[in-house]
């Protein structure tokens, strides 16, 4: 579900806007809303990635007890 959702935001931000058949207009996607796109799967990708958080908890008991 995750690498589908990711595979259609990058074809939706890859494609146009609106097109028009018979009189052969194309809008290009908006630069803002690709790059927000680019920062989302980055950022989606980089959490992904991540190992942990880095925060152990550990019981600790004296030597003689």
Same mark, same amino acid.
């Given at each position: 579900?995750?690498?589908?959702?990711? /595979?259609? &935001?990058? @074809?939706?931000?890859? $494609?146009?806007?609106?097109?028009? /058949?018979?009189? $052969?207009? %194309?809008?290009?996607?908006?630069?803002?809303? %690709? &790059? /927000?796109?680019?920062?989302?799967?980055?950022?989606?990708?980089?959490?992904?990635?991540?190992?942990?958080?880095? &925060?152990? @908890? @550990?019981?600790? %008991?004296?030597? $003689?007890?």
């Amino acid at each position: 579900m995750g690498d589908d959702l990711e /595979d259609a &935001i990058r @074809t939706n931000a890859e $494609g146009p806007a609106s097109a028009s /058949d018979e009189t $052969g207009g %194309v809008t290009q996607q908006p630069l803002p809303n %690709v &790059i /927000d796109a680019d920062r989302y799967l980055l950022a989606k990708a980089a959490f992904k990635n991540r190992r942990s958080l880095g &925060i152990r @908890t @550990t019981k600790l %008991v004296p030597h $003689g007890m």
